[in-house]
């Protein structure tokens, strides 16, 4: 199994400043990495695939990096809409997710 | 623009067995351009992949519920479904739906809206 670790667990941020979310794989995942936004009572929505790929309806101010086991996702300016829990999923192998982050107002 | 819903019970008694479909609308389970998987996320917590199908009926599962899970297809409603046996309250999770796209293993877009399942007598 591969284990994907996000830090930090909960980031204070305030609007219009820059927010940096860390994933870690225990094994390479080449990059076969994707990040997904989840609001309070929705489901997940697919952000990034690839490491740095954004799908369709985000806007340029997200962005994924990295390859093999370090991962990143910049979020250059926060608006009020982004606060939430992000989560990275690895697909080189079978599926497996961090543990996520909370985006929160500070 | 493809959509997916999933239904079953909301409520499961211990060592029963959880049933779950998913229904499409706007697209084909049939197409060979993609995998469908399930996915659980226990109140609170983080996501888990559960398992996914192709529309032939080959299966891929998490190997920790292997044991435990069967994923079927049903061509001629463009529905998939999931079965978990022997649930406890463990398995208390909302449950979701998704596509996969690139093969058995990748990302999942779009999502069901998800389906609360509560494991209780």
């Known amino acids: 199994e591969i284990v994907m670790t996000q830090s930090p667990a909960t980031l204070s941020v305030s609007p219009g400043e820059r927010a940096t979310l860390s994933c870690r794989a225990s094994?390479?995942?080449?990059?076969?990495l994707a990040w997904y936004q989840q609001k309070p009572g929705q489901a997940p929505r697919l952000l990034i695939y690839g490491a740095s790929t954004r799908a369709t309806g985000f806007p340029a101010r997200f962005s994924g990096s990295g390859s093999g086991t370090d991962f990143t996702l910049t979020i250059s300016s926060l608006q009020s809409e982004d606060f939430a829990v992000y989560y990275c999923q690895q697909y080189n192998n079978w599926p497996s997710f961090g543990g996520g982050t909370k985006v929160e107002i500070k | 623009q493809l959509q997916l819903q999933e239904s079953g019970p909301g409520l499961v008694k211990p060592s029963e067995t959880l049933s779950l479909t998913c229904t499409l609308s706007g697209g084909s389970i049939s197409s060979s351009s993609y995998y469908w998987g399930w996915i659980r996320q226990p109140p609170g917590k983080g996501l888990e992949w559960i398992g996914t199908?192709?529309?032939?009926?080959?299966?891929y599962c998490n190997p920790s519920l292997k044991s435990r899970v069967t994923i079927s297809v049903d061509t001629s409603k463009d529905q998939f479904s999931l079965e978990l046996t022997s649930v406890t309250a463990a398995d208390t999770a909302v449950y979701y739906c998704?596509?996969?796209?690139?093969?058995?293993?990748?990302?999942?877009?779009?999502w069901g809206q998800g389906t609360l399942v509560t494991v209780s007598s």
């Open positions: 094994q390479s995942v080449s990059s076969n």
């Open positions: 998704a596509r996969t796209e690139s093969g058995r293993y990748s990302w999942f877009d779009p």
């Open positions: 199908v192709y529309y032939t009926g080959d299966i």
